[in-house]
């Protein structure tokens, strides 16, 4: 035992006592970590639900508060006791003193007029006051009755502030209406924030005390409306501030502006029942150190209870294998005095474990066992000895013969222009010369010991090549050893390249080797296709086009025609000699009649070295009508410049010819017939230019037809009237068939001029446009004369009856789609029949042509007045936002009769009553808009005229 401590070995004893004591110490140690993690991520979830849900309530607590306080001010904006204009204003004054008692936090009540002036306020605060500036008032029109946390701007320096901080409300707003439904201002409320604070003291001020809980109450934007006096009117960017926005409740970790760490609950107000919300955000947040210090508490207990279990369990651990190792420490010191020589067995022990005494038996046995061995090792190691040192020195002869025949064939190989590629039965490579990295990229480290396969196999030839292998090794003989093939091969990148191989066998014994001389034939095989394709393209362009050619030696024999030769030239497909081909055809000069010599001939002229281009000849077939065609040629030559023959090409013109006669007498016909029309013709291209214009352009324009051909239509039109047109031009050019009218400036004045452009496709390729202009200058005048009879008013000047009900759909339809309100007055003039009948209908006219002159006079641009018939004007108002912007122009029309009429008879005062009403829920029955308009000018008479009265035509009566 002592040798063995000395030789750096350990005892078992005190090592099962470490070992265990360090398995208990990692297993408190794993155990601390895991369910500290388990119980800091559950600690997290229930406090961060915690911290959401009081986050929730609060934000739930404000919005029913709000919502009470929301219905409460629209209640008070409908009591007819507070907003009908007959009560007197001290019991409206008492009215609201009472609910801002019953209501405290409601710092501000108080009514406006349409013109923003307070008639009426709670404890007579700004009664006389202007707030038509402020947000609430204008917004109140508009349907927007909410607005957010600000600071009190009239009202701070009126109502008392004890604590210093500045007054901060909540703006309420609605519009009242009188017992006859018309708005007649605004009624409107300033909420204090200080309920807010309240709302949050009642969730949360508790549990904040006990667990350093804080609040945050902010904006839509950020802005804190409550919270730690640090944060005061700041704008935080959290992040639990955008969660809240995209997912309403819930909770989150994150840092805030003093650098600590926080599990943050958040919540955003989303309204309830009729109340919209404002989006505030209620954040509740509690320090993570605070959060977590019961996890702490249970991590540090499991710590300590783990260290302890494994210094008692390493205990009990060594003392039990104190007492199982001391048997095992006697066999020890006699394996000692064995091994020195000094025993020759183990003596019995004293032990009751049966394994020890196996042990004990099984050493014994094998100690003598191993004596009569070593006897017999000794005599047969001299024998060996012996054979080995002869055999040694044979081998050493043999391997130094070996070693000099691989140096010999190793160096053929190595040299050698092609690659070798040795591999054994299996197909592993076994050699790799430097040419063969060359060719496939691989270095001989890499190669050797791959397979064949799937280092220079294509993938589509892999499962081929094992085929052959497999076969090889079953039948012993291969269809390619011996040969040479051209086959793909596949370098290291994964191009695949042609080669061309030889493979060779050796049989060693049972096992063969296959060796391979590989070269690469990529630039040979690329030359030969190349050759192919030419050769097959230019076979296949010559038999397809319809130009004839022909190819001669340079001895002048011809040896090619094509197959538009041969049908020019009615030749059969075999060569003919050159006494033949007269039997077939004869050729002439360009006139007809002189035949052409052999020497006169393209293809021979070409040979001579002279450029033949477009050299005009005709041939007689003997059994077809002529033909006209254009041959152009030249001279062959080698790459060495030696002549080797000439090529000729031979076109058939002879339907071109016939066309450009038609096409002659065509053109002369069509001159004639468009040159004696009154109506412009031309024909513009693709590119804008013109191609044909009649006489009727010199007529017009007193530019002669044939200077316009050719040039652009920019410069026929002028830039002005270009740029004009241009979108009506960019059409045309599309291929859309385009008609429009023009006023163009013609010799005897401005005429006008309908224009229409028809587009010019042939089999369906767009080649331009036609132009064709006619002058209906006076079909338009006459029909514009009609047009202002039919709905023009001889007398006042004014749109019609018929005039009125075209403008009045358009202003209801323009209306419903800028989604503003639309207002129609009814005028009639006051006592109308009087005037006629005590000064005479001439006064009368003079009386409806000065009333309408003051009536358009009054009203604004967009405002459209009709005359319906006898004294009855009627206007319709565009662009409006309210009923009181009608109002406006109305009183605006009454103000402009203030002033007496100049008649015949003398001075004489003229007064209008004025119908109006209001629509802005669409769609709108016209009928009865202006069945609405009539009822509220009868309104105005019965109240005495010269004055007007407003109505609203409500959803349903619009639908």
Same mark, same amino acid.
């Given at each position: 035992m002592l040798s063995t401590l000395r030789s750096g070995r350990l005892s078992l004893a005190p090592t099962l006592a470490a070992v265990t004591a360090a398995v208990m110490l990692l297993l408190t140690l794993v155990t601390v970590q895991l369910v500290g993690h388990t119980l800091a991520?559950?600690?997290?979830?229930?406090?961060?639900?915690? @911290? =959401?849900? /009081?986050?929730?309530?609060? #934000?739930?607590?404000?919005? !029913?508060?709000?919502?009470?306080?929301?219905?409460?001010?629209?209640?008070?904006?409908?009591?007819?006791?507070?907003?009908?204009?007959?009560?007197?204003?001290?019991?409206?004054?008492?009215?609201?003193?009472?609910?801002?008692?019953?209501?405290?936090?409601?710092?501000?009540?108080?009514?406006?007029?349409?013109?923003?002036?307070?008639?009426?306020?709670?404890?007579?605060?700004?009664?006389?006051?202007?707030?038509?500036?402020?947000?609430?008032?204008?917004?109140?029109?508009?349907?927007?009755?909410?607005?957010?946390?600000?600071?009190?701007?009239? @009202? =701070?320096? /009126?109502?008392?502030?004890? #604590?210093?901080?500045?007054? !901060?409300?909540?703006d309420i707003a609605f519009p009242y209406r009188g017992p006859d439904g018309v708005i007649n201002g605004v009624f409107g409320?300033?909420?204090?924030?200080?309920?807010?604070?309240?709302?949050?003291?009642?969730?949360?001020?508790?549990?904040?005390?006990?667990?350093?809980?804080?609040?945050?109450?902010?904006?839509?934007?950020?802005?804190?409306?409550?919270?730690?006096?640090?944060?005061?009117?700041?704008?935080?960017?959290?992040?639990?501030?955008?969660?809240?926005?995209?997912?309403?409740?819930?909770?989150?970790?994150?840092?805030?502006?003093?650098?600590?760490?926080?599990?943050?609950?958040?919540?955003?107000?989303a309204g309830h029942e009729s109340y919209p919300g404002m989006g505030w955000v209620v954040l509740v947040r509690q320090p993570l150190a605070e959060a977590f210090k019961p996890v702490d508490a249970l991590r540090n207990k499991i710590l300590w209870a783990g260290l302890l279990a494994a210094a008692l369990v390493s205990l009990l651990v060594w003392v039990f294998a104190r007492n199982i190792t001391r048997p095992l420490d006697t066999i020890t010191r006699h394996a000692d005095a064995l091994r020195a020589g000094h025993a020759r067995e183990i003596p019995p022990l004293r032990s009751r474990l049966t394994e020890v005494q196996i042990l004990r038996s099984t050493l014994n046995a094998l100690l003598s066992k191993l004596l009569a061995n070593e006897q017999g090792l000794r005599e047969l190691n001299a024998t060996l000895e012996t054979r080995v040192t002869e055999r040694t020195t044979e081998l050493h002869r043999a391997v130094e013969e070996t070693r000099k025949g691989e140096q010999r064939v190793k160096a053929i190989i190595d040299t050698a222009l092609d690659a070798f590629v040795g591999a054994d039965a299996q197909g592993r490579i076994t050699d790799w010369n430097p040419r063969a990295?060359?060719?496939?990229?691989?270095?001989?480290?890499?190669?050797?010991?791959?397979?064949?396969?799937?280092?220079i196999v294509p993938p589509r030839f892999r499962e081929a090549h094992e085929a052959g292998m497999r076969r090889f090794a079953s039948t012993g003989s291969g269809s390619v050893v011996g040969k040479r093939i051209q086959l793909s091969a596949l370098r290291r990148d994964g191009d695949e390249f042609p080669v061309e191989m030889t493979i060779g066998l050796v049989n060693a014994g049972e096992t063969s080797f296959f060796g391979a001389y590989i070269q690469d034939i990529s630039v040979r095989k690329e030359i030969e296709d190349e050759l192919a394709r030419e050769r097959e393209l230019l076979d296949a362009v010559l038999d397809s086009i319809d130009v004839g050619v022909m190819v001669c030696s340079s001895a002048g024999e011809v040896t090619m025609f094509n197959r538009a030769a041969r049908e020019i030239l009615t030749l059969p497909a075999s060569l003919l000699a050159p006494e033949e081909r007269a039997a077939h055809y004869r050729l002439f000069a360009a006139d007809g009649q002189t035949p052409m010599t052999a020497e006169q001939t393209p293809l021979l002229r070409a040979l001579r070295g002279e450029t033949v281009e477009n050299a005009e000849i005709i041939v007689k077939p003997r059994a077809a009508a002529p033909r006209f065609l254009f041959a152009s040629g030249r001279a062959l030559h080698a790459r060495d410049g030696s002549g080797i023959g000439a090529v000729i090409a031979l076109k058939d013109v002879t339907a071109l010819k016939e066309s450009a006669r038609r096409l002659e007498e065509s053109e002369r016909s069509l001159r004639t017939i468009t040159d004696n029309l009154p109506v412009l013709i031309g024909h513009v291209d693709r590119d804008g230019r013109y191609q044909f214009a009649n006489a009727t352009y010199e007529t017009w324009f007193g530019v002669p037809a044939r200077s316009i051909v050719g040039q652009t239509m920019r410069a026929v039109m002028g830039e002005a009237l270009y740029r004009e047109h241009e979108p009506l031009l960019?059409?045309?050019?599309?291929?859309?068939?385009?008609?429009?009218?023009?006023?163009?400036?013609?010799?005897?004045?401005?005429?006008?001029?309908?224009?229409?452009?028809?587009?010019?496709?042939?089999?369906?390729?767009?080649?331009?446009?036609?132009?064709?202009?006619?002058?209906i200058s006076a079909a338009r005048l006459h029909e514009e004369a009609l047009a202002q009879l039919a709905r023009i008013d001889t007398l006042t000047g004014l749109p019609n009856r018929r005039a009125y009900q075209e403008h009045l759909t358009g202003a209801l339809q323009r209306a419903q789609r800028a989604g503003h309100g639309i207002g129609l007055m009814f005028l009639d003039v006051d006592h109308f029949k009087q005037v006629n009948d005590t000064l005479g209908h001439a006064a009368g006219d003079t009386v409806l042509y000065e009333f309408a002159q003051r009536v358009r006079g009054a009203v604004r641009v967009t405002d459209t007045v009709c005359r319906l018939a006898g004294d009855e004007f009627t206007v319709i108002l565009e662009g409006l936002r309210s009923p009181q912007e009608a109002a406006l122009v109305a009183a605006k029309i009454l103000k402009a009769f203030e002033p007496a009429f100049e008649l015949e008879g003398g001075a004489r005062y003229v007064s209008t009553s004025i119908g109006v009403t209001y629509a802005d829920s669409f769609p709108v029955d016209s009928d009865q808009l202006g069945a609405d308009a009539d009822k509220a000018l009868y309104m105005a008479k019965r109240e005495g005229r010269g004055r007007f009265a407003v109505s609203r035509l409500e959803g349903a009566r619009a639908a």
């Open positions: 991520k559950q600690a997290e979830a229930d406090i961060g639900q915690n @911290l =959401a849900e /009081l986050a929730y309530q609060t #934000t739930d607590k404000l919005d !029913r508060g709000m919502f009470e306080r929301y219905r409460e001010v629209k209640l008070m904006s409908e009591r007819l006791a507070i907003t009908d204009p007959t009560v007197p204003a001290e019991t409206k004054r008492a009215a609201i003193d009472s609910m801002q008692r019953t209501f405290p936090y409601f710092a501000w009540i108080g009514m406006t007029d349409n013109r923003g002036t307070v008639k009426v306020a709670s404890s007579g605060l700004l009664e006389g006051k202007d707030v038509s500036a402020r947000p609430w008032f204008a917004a109140a029109y508009e349907g927007e009755h909410l607005h957010d946390v600000h600071e009190a701007v009239l @009202l =701070a320096k /009126l109502l008392p502030n004890p #604590t210093g901080e500045p007054k !901060r409300f909540l409320t300033h909420l204090s924030w200080q309920w807010a604070a309240a709302v949050e003291r009642s969730v949360l001020r508790t549990l904040a005390k006990r667990k350093a809980v804080d609040t945050v109450i902010l904006s839509r934007k950020g802005a804190v409306l409550l919270g730690p006096k640090e944060y005061a009117n700041k704008v935080l960017d959290q992040e639990s501030l955008r969660r809240a926005a995209r997912d309403k409740n819930g909770s989150v970790i994150e840092t805030w502006p003093d650098g600590q760490r926080y599990l943050v609950g958040y919540s955003q107000s990295q060359d060719i496939f990229g691989w270095t001989r480290e890499e190669a050797l010991g791959r397979t064949i396969t799937e280092t960019a059409r045309s050019l599309a291929g859309e068939t385009v008609r429009f009218e023009v006023a163009l400036p013609l010799g005897d004045g401005l005429r006008t001029v309908e224009i229409t452009r028809i587009p010019d496709i042939h089999e369906g390729q767009y080649k331009g446009f036609y132009v064709l202009g006619a002058d």
